[in-house]
């Protein structure tokens, strides 16, 4: 009988030939949804095959794009062979966002928590109190402290008046042996849950606080899996794009107020979404919490006032952030749930950071040296081994999402993701998500674009525009010039790329490559010493390499140096939620980091101007297609 | 010059002859309420004069019975001599409720703290914490943290979210010195507070939980000193009027959050009432509470089912309480007070016996042997001395309070409180609280009326009435009598007593008495080897000894060995609001306490029957006036 496995859970089971694919998933335990109940009508059981085939019975509701990706729909598709099919995590609510699906499938599986390692904050154990007897001077109270000391001593036990409301009806209803959830942290045992009998499943969240998007994932903590994932924008967007204008927004206690507000209700629809389409978990089974975001998230999450994080001495108020319980911060799990927030190590490298670095070798410790970059609005860098781990971060601009494009757009519906230039015309053909008409172009569109518009010629180093008029694509106004993807039509602006655009592109390219030639700079060391170079967040995953050499974004390593490791920020998040020795780790690696202010660091101005052309004015840097000094 | 010199405070200064007591009051200090502005209109602002005099130039709103008592009005009285004068710390709604007036009258100073012994929960201390400093990888959090533990050591500092969101721009404002609240216990130190400047005045509320009416106390816990007193009814009342049926009535979650809901309201009315008077004192000034209730009272204001208190084996869920915040308990405080609450030792002896011997000799270890009793509702008897200490409740039930009589009422206006019988002809003069007309009669009136009419024969010793037609105040209908003190007239039904209502009198008294021999007698002793009798709860201040000895409610000891202590937990729950060597006090105190169980206590329920006569089946206890055999 053929064997289908299930990814990233790795669920194996044989089945006869024909089997479905939900009778298959049902009979492995795997979780897929199928919100029209397997008409094939809504599109959402979406599966990836990784290996082997699947019998898919197309009926013309799955896009090109997706098909070409390698999905189909699970409740049209039936076992014929071995085979391995990925469950996509979460489906966005357009077509295209698959970053939850696949955000694991860079990172090494034996970095994640293995089964010994799993111990959430608060673990469950069952522990005895001892029968009431008449007389004996103790209360109910009293003898569960002293159950719960003799099981793992603790000078102080705080327990939420909530439970101790249940606890005389849960103790006499389980005879005194109780299922206790405790955190044990510096001597004080916080009890989360007392039960009479223990679930069949535990839950946890893992939640990526992004300056643009907010990713929550439901977790069963205790299979150490994952459950479902929920992607949504963080409803503070309107209040600036990028982390400096959300500071200066949040400058009195009413705005802070308001932002802590809304991405919270961002936070708490995932957490509702999450619960609702599996079963309707309730909110009191979440006993589990782990956070990872910016600096400047993770105080306005709190609530904290952000402005010192970029007021000299730029001091956050939080660096090790200490337990609160999801009743004080307004996290709708269990009200008695405590949150582990990621640590921060400065202004600008925070929790997303120390949390994605669990997805790379620097949390092996070896002695290669790996550079690891998140891209995104603000541009994150670690470099190190197992000997010294620096950190720094570049504001990039909001160039790769879309923002400061005039047709820019986020990687959503409508958004041209990659084009095809014809470098004798110079006419390009584009590839627009979900199908459709294009609306505008995101960030890989921007440099699957850029970088044959420089191979071809049609743009110099200084990202000008060819003006001569053999391209009919490059239309030229007084002193400025446009490359026009989509003509304009009545009512329809089309979608096109300005001087000034590309302009926003170099700057923010320019940005995050002086800072990585800073940093290797001040250890005295070049792309050279580099041996693995991770990309992180989101975009990295849309961007094709080549072409982010070719533009002087990526340094000219070997491809297969480059290690896309997707939402590391929301892996790593899950990685802490699950294991102690993951939130140790985090903890070791976020004191060992040494955080610089490129703002302070001598020559980071002059690198960042030496990179303000494409590829670089050094050409050496980039000297030929694939013969790139840097590669080994 | 003249001196002046205020209770309970002992403010005392020296003015001219003619200065004005509230002048004089301003001068010292010291705190009296003007509701009408000094326009002698609303006699509010009364006060006693407890040595000298005071010039009163009464203007007839006080009523007689109050000036009987020595109050005058403060506002139209000078001084004219050495005085010393008591103000209520406060005046109820209805005249004649001045048991927190003189609540702290019968103890003795010398039990209550010192200046030295000043130190609350949660205390204020100066620190100093480290400027911040460039990329030191601190946020203000971590250098918080290491100046708590720097001022005092701390296995784990737990900080509220809402001072955390605070302490960025506290620590800014105070350049890092700043004033913490902070309360140790077990290694863990809760902050309640940090400020960048000190408070004039740090204030607490200590709060009585009684079945029947709760008193509330705003004291300035700086100079150790109470500043006004509200009481008022428990708002459970409506839910059963004994501890029993209020345990009856808690019987699932809703009726018990509903039952936790009232007393909150209560406790927060005067709360708010308190603040309101007091100059509008801010809720977050408030940052200590200390509570003392019964068991069951405080279990219900936490929201914990009492129903196992009462069924076997009598197990409560508290007896130590844990500390909680004032904002998981509802306490409308600073939300990061934490409020103590005096320790229970069984189902039926609570925190209000354990704060309320705090205001004996108990506290003192002394070798004489002390009884104490609370009388209410129940009836709380504590017996001992330095070598050991023996506790138990018997249920009165609410004869004393007006319950269960016909025409009996509380201790309010319109209620007879006293009264005169003429032997002869057997009619009676009534004295009414507040003066004006009598609606009913209280607990003391019944017991000045019952003594009286015992020993001029017109009720026997089974509490039967005269039904020779002697007395035209006795009337009698078919089987039943009555005696009446105010005949009915047209849609009123006047006040008299039945038979039946003598019956449940007589079960009161004996309930009480027997308990106290029985408690004796299981140590061998009789009432002979009482040194000192203490009397508490409100009721107590109002009977008179005589008259309860020849009801046999009060054993034939020496008056001088009855001490009325008032309300003697709202002082213990003072004093533990003041003094850390006083909770631990009650700690050790409540430790030491053997309780016991008199339903299972052979010889009660012969005792009880013994004393169902008027005094006592067995006279010799109570032989002739002024020469019984415990008079020593």
């Given at each position: 009988m053929p064997q289908i496995t299930f990814l990233p859970g790795k669920l194996v089971c044989e089945v006869e030939v024909g089997t479905s694919v939900p009778e298959a998933a049902e009979r492995c335990g795997a979780v897929i949804s199928y919100p029209c109940a397997c008409k094939g009508a809504c599109a959402k059981c979406i599966v990836r095959v990784e290996r082997g085939s699947l019998d898919f019975a197309d009926n013309g509701k799955l896009s090109f794009d997706l098909k070409r990706q390698g999905f189909v729909l699970a409740c049209r598709s039936s076992v014929s062979e071995d085979v391995e099919v990925l469950i996509p995590s979460s489906v966005g609510d357009?077509?295209?966002?698959f970053s939850d699906a696949i955000s694991r499938m860079g990172v090494d599986e034996d970095l994640f928590p293995t089964e010994r390692d799993i111990k959430p904050l608060a673990s469950c154990a069952k522990i005895s109190v001892a029968p009431a007897e008449m007389l004996d001077g103790l209360g109910d109270y009293d003898r569960f402290v002293q159950a719960v000391r003799d099981s793992s001593p603790a000078a102080a036990v705080d327990l939420p008046l909530d439970l101790l409301q249940h606890l005389p009806d849960v103790l006499r209803e389980s005879d005194g042996d109780v299922f206790v959830w405790r955190a044990d942290e510096g001597g004080v045992s916080r009890i989360v849950d007392i039960r009479s009998s223990a679930p069949e499943t535990d839950y946890g969240v893992a939640v990526d606080i992004g300056t643009t998007t907010v990713a929550v994932q439901l977790a069963d903590v205790t299979r150490g899996r994952i459950v479902d994932t929920v992607t949504q924008y963080n409803a503070q967007i309107d209040r600036g794009a990028d982390i400096i204008s959300r500071i200066t927004y949040a400058k009195n206690f009413d705005r802070i107020r308001e932002m802590r507000g809304l991405v919270l209700s961002t936070i708490n629809r995932g957490i509702s979404e999450l619960r609702e389409r599996n079963g309707n978990i309730p909110k009191d089974e979440i006993r589990n919490v782990a956070i990872a975001g910016n600096t400047t998230m993770a105080h306005l999450f709190m609530g904290i006032r952000p402005e010192y994080i970029r007021l000299e001495p730029y001091t956050p108020a939080v660096m090790r952030v200490p337990l609160h319980r999801a009743s004080e911060l307004g996290l709708e799990v269990n009200p008695n749930a405590l949150a582990w927030v990621s640590p921060n190590v400065g202004s600008y490298v925070g929790g997303d950071i120390t949390a994605g670095i669990l997805c790379t070798d620097f949390a092996r410790g070896v002695q290669e040296v790996c550079l690891f970059i998140d891209i995104g609005t603000n541009g994150e860098i670690v470099l190190g081994n197992g000997d010294f781990l620096l950190g720094c971060a570049c504001s990039a601009g909001p160039a790769f999402e879309g923002g400061g494009i005039e047709r820019g757009m986020r990687a959503s519906r409508g958004a041209i993701e990659r084009v095809e230039v014809d470098p004798e015309s110079g006419e390009c053909r584009c590839f627009v998500i979900g199908g459709g008409e294009p609306k505008g172009i995101c960030g890989s569109g921007l440099i699957s674009l850029l970088a044959q518009l420089l191979d071809a010629g049609i743009i110099d180093q200084r990202g000008k525009?060819?003006?001569?008029?053999?391209?009919?694509s490059v239309r030229v106004a007084g002193k400025t010039a446009r490359y026009v993807m989509v003509p304009s039509s009545e009512g329809d602006p089309g979608v096109y790329l300005t001087e000034h655009d590309i302009d926003n592109f170099i700057r923010a390219k320019a940005a995050i490559f002086s800072a990585c030639v800073t940093l290797l700079n001040s250890v005295d060391m070049d792309f050279g010493a580099i041996d693995k170079f991770y990309i992180a967040g989101g975009f990295g995953r849309y961007i094709a390499i080549d072409r982010a050499r070719t533009l002087g974004l990526l340094p000219f390593l070997d491809e297969d140096k480059f290690l896309y490791i997707g939402n590391s920020s929301l892996s790593g998040a899950f990685m802490s939620l699950l294991s102690e020795r993951h939130r140790n780790m985090v903890s070791e690696l976020a004191n060992r980091i040494t955080y610089i202010d490129l703002s302070t660091e001598a020559g980071y101005m002059d690198e960042y101007v030496a990179a303000m052309f494409l590829p670089h004015t050094n050409m050496e840097l980039f000297h030929g297609k694939g013969s790139g000094v840097w590669a080994r």
């Amino acid at each position: 009988m053929p064997q289908i496995t299930f990814l990233p859970g790795k669920l194996v089971c044989e089945v006869e030939v024909g089997t479905s694919v939900p009778e298959a998933a049902e009979r492995c335990g795997a979780v897929i949804s199928y919100p029209c109940a397997c008409k094939g009508a809504c599109a959402k059981c979406i599966v990836r095959v990784e290996r082997g085939s699947l019998d898919f019975a197309d009926n013309g509701k799955l896009s090109f794009d997706l098909k070409r990706q390698g999905f189909v729909l699970a409740c049209r598709s039936s076992v014929s062979e071995d085979v391995e099919v990925l469950i996509p995590s979460s489906v966005g609510d357009e077509a295209g966002q698959f970053s939850d699906a696949i955000s694991r499938m860079g990172v090494d599986e034996d970095l994640f928590p293995t089964e010994r390692d799993i111990k959430p904050l608060a673990s469950c154990a069952k522990i005895s109190v001892a029968p009431a007897e008449m007389l004996d001077g103790l209360g109910d109270y009293d003898r569960f402290v002293q159950a719960v000391r003799d099981s793992s001593p603790a000078a102080a036990v705080d327990l939420p008046l909530d439970l101790l409301q249940h606890l005389p009806d849960v103790l006499r209803e389980s005879d005194g042996d109780v299922f206790v959830w405790r955190a044990d942290e510096g001597g004080v045992s916080r009890i989360v849950d007392i039960r009479s009998s223990a679930p069949e499943t535990d839950y946890g969240v893992a939640v990526d606080i992004g300056t643009t998007t907010v990713a929550v994932q439901l977790a069963d903590v205790t299979r150490g899996r994952i459950v479902d994932t929920v992607t949504q924008y963080n409803a503070q967007i309107d209040r600036g794009a990028d982390i400096i204008s959300r500071i200066t927004y949040a400058k009195n206690f009413d705005r802070i107020r308001e932002m802590r507000g809304l991405v919270l209700s961002t936070i708490n629809r995932g957490i509702s979404e999450l619960r609702e389409r599996n079963g309707n978990i309730p909110k009191d089974e979440i006993r589990n919490v782990a956070i990872a975001g910016n600096t400047t998230m993770a105080h306005l999450f709190m609530g904290i006032r952000p402005e010192y994080i970029r007021l000299e001495p730029y001091t956050p108020a939080v660096m090790r952030v200490p337990l609160h319980r999801a009743s004080e911060l307004g996290l709708e799990v269990n009200p008695n749930a405590l949150a582990w927030v990621s640590p921060n190590v400065g202004s600008y490298v925070g929790g997303d950071i120390t949390a994605g670095i669990l997805c790379t070798d620097f949390a092996r410790g070896v002695q290669e040296v790996c550079l690891f970059i998140d891209i995104g609005t603000n541009g994150e860098i670690v470099l190190g081994n197992g000997d010294f781990l620096l950190g720094c971060a570049c504001s990039a601009g909001p160039a790769f999402e879309g923002g400061g494009i005039e047709r820019g757009m986020r990687a959503s519906r409508g958004a041209i993701e990659r084009v095809e230039v014809d470098p004798e015309s110079g006419e390009c053909r584009c590839f627009v998500i979900g199908g459709g008409e294009p609306k505008g172009i995101c960030g890989s569109g921007l440099i699957s674009l850029l970088a044959q518009l420089l191979d071809a010629g049609i743009i110099d180093q200084r990202g000008k525009l060819d003006r001569s008029g053999k391209y009919p694509s490059v239309r030229v106004a007084g002193k400025t010039a446009r490359y026009v993807m989509v003509p304009s039509s009545e009512g329809d602006p089309g979608v096109y790329l300005t001087e000034h655009d590309i302009d926003n592109f170099i700057r923010a390219k320019a940005a995050i490559f002086s800072a990585c030639v800073t940093l290797l700079n001040s250890v005295d060391m070049d792309f050279g010493a580099i041996d693995k170079f991770y990309i992180a967040g989101g975009f990295g995953r849309y961007i094709a390499i080549d072409r982010a050499r070719t533009l002087g974004l990526l340094p000219f390593l070997d491809e297969d140096k480059f290690l896309y490791i997707g939402n590391s920020s929301l892996s790593g998040a899950f990685m802490s939620l699950l294991s102690e020795r993951h939130r140790n780790m985090v903890s070791e690696l976020a004191n060992r980091i040494t955080y610089i202010d490129l703002s302070t660091e001598a020559g980071y101005m002059d690198e960042y101007v030496a990179a303000m052309f494409l590829p670089h004015t050094n050409m050496e840097l980039f000297h030929g297609k694939g013969s790139g000094v840097w590669a080994r």
